[in-house]
């Protein structure tokens, strides 16, 4: 059992790793921004310019799952990404309206329509691909600094955060006992949200809390310089 001193050490170092997986979320979304400029920027053409400035990050994705599947149908694109069918049927329109992919149908099912990039689809996914790969690089030369023990930590928390719930089970019995109870509804109530987010946060607690405070430690470390740091050669 850790002594006073060592679990105030290790609540404020599970404090500040929840601060930056925030963080973490706000610099994502920078990115999204960052990543379209690049875009803009080295397309090939002004009109391959003109149409990635008015694409959203859903319908690159889009677009990018109908190039390296086509001919491809919408639940396919749908299960892939986790996009509704509803969703997947408004962007693909959209990319339709943009000439930027096609629709096809089976000869022996007209209800069947299948998706494929047309000339203008493919040249932005090679550009698109250009920048990940550009990405890629520069993730691997970053995390060259690192020893394998380091990057093996990383690895090890990064993949069980990801098939760990954020949900207590004594909130999964509350939420069936008052869903047995009242009707269920859409509309989530300011107090629901804050009990909701303070459900997850301690459920990272939780999970930070299976680590021992050198383990935070090198935890905050390595998540402050890989997602947060401003890498120079």
Same mark, same amino acid.
């Given at each position: 059992?850790?002594?006073?001193?060592?679990?105030?050490?290790?609540?404020?170092?599970?404090?500040?790793?929840?601060?930056?997986?925030?963080?973490?979320?706000?610099?994502?979304? =920078?990115?999204?921004?960052?990543? =379209?400029?690049?875009?803009?920027?080295?397309?090939?053409?002004?009109?391959?310019?003109?149409?990635?400035?008015?694409?959203?990050?859903?319908?690159?994705?889009?677009?990018?799952? *109908?190039?390296?599947?086509?001919?491809?149908?919408?639940?396919?694109?749908?299960?892939?990404?986790?996009?509704?069918?509803?969703?997947?049927?408004?962007?693909?329109?959209?990319?339709?309206?943009?000439? *930027?992919?096609?629709?096809?149908?089976?000869?022996?099912?007209?209800?069947?329509?299948?998706?494929?990039?047309?000339?203008?689809?493919?040249? @932005?996914?090679?550009?698109?691909?250009?920048?990940?790969?550009?990405?890629?690089?520069?993730?691997?030369?970053?995390?060259?600094?690192?020893?394998?023990?380091?990057? =093996?930590?990383?690895?090890?928390?990064?993949?069980?955060?990801?098939?760990?719930?954020?949900?207590?089970?004594?909130?999964?019995?509350?939420?069936?006992?008052?869903?047995? =109870?009242?009707?269920?509804?859409?509309?989530?109530?300011?107090?629901?949200?804050?009990?909701?987010?303070?459900?997850? @946060?301690?459920?990272? *607690?939780?999970?930070?809390?299976?680590?021992?405070?050198?383990?935070?430690?090198?935890?905050?470390?390595?998540?402050?310089?890989?997602?947060?740091?401003?890498?120079?050669?």
């Amino acid at each position: 059992m850790l002594n006073e001193p060592g679990k105030q050490t290790k609540d404020r170092l599970i404090k500040d790793l929840i601060v930056s997986v925030t963080d973490l979320q706000n610099k994502i979304q =920078r990115d999204d921004g960052l990543e =379209r400029q690049w875009l803009i920027q080295n397309s090939p053409t002004p009109v391959i310019a003109q149409l990635v400035k008015d694409m959203t990050v859903k319908m690159l994705h889009v677009l990018n799952a *109908i190039g390296e599947l086509e001919p491809v149908n919408g639940i396919t694109i749908s299960k892939q990404f986790g996009f509704s069918k509803g969703n997947v049927s408004k962007i693909t329109r959209r990319l339709a309206d943009k000439k *930027i992919i096609d629709f096809e149908y089976l000869p022996d099912n007209r209800k069947e329509i299948l998706f494929r990039t047309t000339q203008l689809g493919k040249e @932005i996914n090679v550009l698109h691909q250009t920048l990940h790969d550009q990405i890629d690089i520069g993730i691997n030369h970053f995390l060259q600094r690192y020893n394998k023990d380091e990057l =093996r930590f990383l690895v090890n928390i990064l993949q069980e955060t990801l098939h760990t719930s954020w949900i207590h089970s004594e909130t999964n019995k509350e939420s069936n006992a008052l869903s047995n =109870r009242a009707p269920h509804t859409n509309v989530e109530s300011d107090n629901d949200k804050e009990t909701t987010d303070s459900d997850e @946060i301690n459920e990272v *607690i939780e999970l930070l809390n299976k680590l021992d405070s050198r383990n935070l430690k090198k935890a905050k470390a390595i998540l402050n310089d890989v997602f947060f740091s401003v890498y120079e050669d």
